[in-house]
Structures are given as structure tokens and as C-alpha cells.
């Protein structure tokens, strides 16, 4: 089981009590990788939401079907950090793709259904972590745009 | 004043109920622009949320040190959707540009302070607020990642390959003098890549130049000088500068 010691540590779910933190514990699931595995595709309709619990997760950018391309990566995650916020966010469809990245990795995974619902039961649960995911989903609106700026070119200019 | 009417169709306060738009009907304030009119710049301090009320707001990347144009709208705002969601992610910078795109643009602002201070009295309200919130910003992150990938009018596409190797011989001076040709050009039908390396390291700095449905030509040895010679004889001449295509 996870602890809630490693929740607590868990940005989206700072300033949660420990009901609140006992209730989440309750819908993990742990889920393992190898490197250069598939965690979820973009396109795809999420079913759950992720945390890193162990080792290294790329989130990339496919621009067709084929083998994730490192030059594709957009952000890559470590222990603690969440990803597939699209899961809690309508139209809910991931947008990046998510491998491992590390020789193994080790995630925590919760599964979209069942944490909503945890927010319409305690509105102010869903409030204090939809205020986090937010900032996860600006984020990540912030690295894609470093990407789109160095695939346009503008990152030469901006140097200057 | 927009009105609750008005509030009820907005996007981010979908799902509200009456007593819950009255509270925001209270803190919203009311702002006139007109054509051109900069709302805020990237880069400024993210404190409220606006909401469209009449007319449209475009999204633009700017780049430094030049005048703002349409061919960089990222996304328009339309009436009834809103803006500023930089204001409750951090560095609290907004990510963009914002500029009214019709001759007048009517928009109520509302700051984060009131809303945070209306949340923790109604957590339902303000899940409501975050999750309406982190759909806009998903759909912009949509169109962001289409605005990347589709150019419209794009006819022509010029790609710098700027792995290492192609850096260390000279790829981003390459790229920096496409660029400014360009903008001397104003062509807006010009998309710009950049892409790994094609395996000939020898032959670097290259470049690919797609025109229309014609055969992609790569060039060789590029430097800031033929990039600008393949462009003004090339692109706008419509002649391949033979002299420096990679041959087989």
C-alpha cells in the first residue's frame, strides 16, 4: 500500500488532512515500467492519473505512430512529480505520450473514476487538488511552448 | 456591465448557480478597448481573469525587439471565453500576449484575490472554477500544439537540422539568418522547422527546403551567406542554387 507519507510529499495533494490523504490511498494502484515502455498514449481517453513513485518518466510529443523520439520529449518527471492531469480535466484525452525513461520506474496510478468522485464528495478535497493540477496543466502549456518556440526557431532569436 | 446573463454563458463560471454568478457579478469590472490595444504583455505580472464580453482578443507570441503582428496569434478570444489563466500558475507571468483584434472590445475583469477569497468560503464553486480553468488551458494547449504543426498558409517549408553536429558547424547562425531574411521578406507563407540530423555530419550545417508539392532539396555546408543567397534566389527566385546541393 502506498503510505501517506509519500502523498503528503505529493504537490497536487499539499494541504490535504489525513482523511482526506487516508481517502486517496484508498483508490491506489502501483503499476511498473522498463525503459522505453509505453505508460499511456496521447489520443487516448485517460483512465488514470499518475504519479512518479520511483525512476524516470518522459512525456513526449508524438507526431505520428512510431518509437518515442527524444528530440520529442517535453518534459521528463521524477519521483513525486504527476502526470495525465488530462484525466481529471474535460475533454479528457491525453495529450503527450508517457514512457519509462529509466531502466525501470515505478508508478502510482489512481483511477480517474474514482477520484472524482472523491471530489464530488468533498468539494473542498477536489478543490485543493484541481488548484494543483491546474498548475501542473501551466506547466505544461509552458514547456510545450519552449518546444513550439525551438521548432519555430524563435529560441535563435530570443537569444540574441 | 456584462450581467448575469452574460456570466452565465462564460465559459470558465459553467456550472455556477445564480447565488454563486451573483458573488462574481460583484467583483467584476468592466474595460473598454479598442483596435490594437495591448490588454497585457508576456512577461507582466498575472493578477485577474478576463472575460470577453464583445469583440475578440488574439493570443500572440511577440518576439522581442519588434511590432506586433497577426501571423503571430497563437489563439482569439471570443465573446463568452476567457483569458488569463497565468494568473494561478506559477511564476504568475502571463505565457502570452494579449491584443484586441476588433475595433472595439468590450471585457470584465475579475482579480484572483476575490476569487480565492470567495473559494474558501465555496470550495464547490471553486472546483468548479479549476477544473472550467484547466479545460480552457487544455484546449489552448490544443491549439498550441496545432498552431506547431499546421501552417495554413504555409507553401513553403525550409528545415534547419540542428542536432549536435549541425550546431557545432554553424546551424544556429544558419538559422538566425533565415530568420531575419524572412522577416526583411515579410513572406507569412514561410514555415520554419528545425529536425535532427540527416546522417551526412561531413556535409553540415544542411538544410531541407520543401516548396509546394516539389521535391524536398537539401543544401550542404550551409553559412549565414548562402542561407541567404538560397533564399533570395531559391525561395523568392524560385531557382535551386545547384552549386551547394548535397549530391548522393
Known sequence: MISLDFLEEIDAFADLDDSQLTAIQNCCEVAEFKRGEKIFAAGKIPEYFWIVQAGQVNLTWDMAEGPALPENTITTLSEGMPFGWSSLVPPYKYHLSAHCASRRCKTVRIPRGRLLKLFEDDAQLGYKVMSRVMVVVGQRFHQLQDEVARRRGHDIINRW | ?248
Open chain 2, 1 to 248: 456591465m456584462g450581467g448575469l446573463a452574460f456570466l452565465k454563458k462564460v465559459d470558465i463560471f459553467k456550472g455556477l448557480n445564480q447565488k454563486q454568478l451573483n458573488a462574481v457579478n460583484k467583483m467584476a469590472r468592466e474595460k473598454q478597448y479598442l483596435y490594437g490595444d495591448r490588454l497585457f504583455a508576456e512577461g507582466e505580472n498575472a493578477d485577474r481573469i478576463w472575460l470577453v464580453i464583445d469583440g475578440k482578443v488574439d493570443l500572440r507570441f511577440d518576439l522581442p525587439g519588434r511590432t506586433t503582428s497577426e501571423e503571430n496569434t497563437v489563439f482569439s478570444i471570443a465573446e463568452c471565453e476567457t483569458l488569463g489563466w497565468s494568473s494561478f500558475v506559477p511564476p504568475f507571468k502571463y505565457a502570452l500576449s494579449a491584443y484586441s483584434a476588433t475595433k472595439s472590445c468590450k471585457v470584465l475583469q475579475i482579480t484572483k484575490e476575490h476569487l480565492l477569497e470567495y473559494f474558501e468560503k465555496d470550495p464547490r464553486m471553486g472546483l468548479m472554477f479549476m477544473t472550467n480553468m484547466a479545460a480552457i488551458a487544455s484546449r489552448h494547449f490544443d491549439q498550441l500544439q496545432e498552431s506547431a504543426t499546421v501552417s495554413p498558409v504555409a507553401k513553403v517549408k525550409i528545415t534547419v537540422h540542428m542536432s549536435t553536429c549541425g550546431i557545432a558547424a554553424g546551424a544556429r547562425q544558419v538559422m538566425s539568418a533565415l530568420m531575419e531574411e524572412i522577416s526583411r521578406s515579410d513572406r507569412q507563407d514561410v514555415e520554419v522547422a528545425s529536425a535532427p540530423c540527416i546522417g551526412q555530419c561531413k556535409s553540415e550545417p544542411n538544410i531541407t527546403v520543401e516548396i509546394g508539392g516539389s521535391e524536398p532539396v537539401i543544401y550542404q555546408k550551409m553559412t549565414p551567406d548562402r542561407m541567404r543567397q538560397v533564399f533570395k534566389k531559391h525561395i523568392q527566385g524560385g531557382k535551386i542554387q545547384k552549386d551547394f546541393v548535397l549530391s548522393d
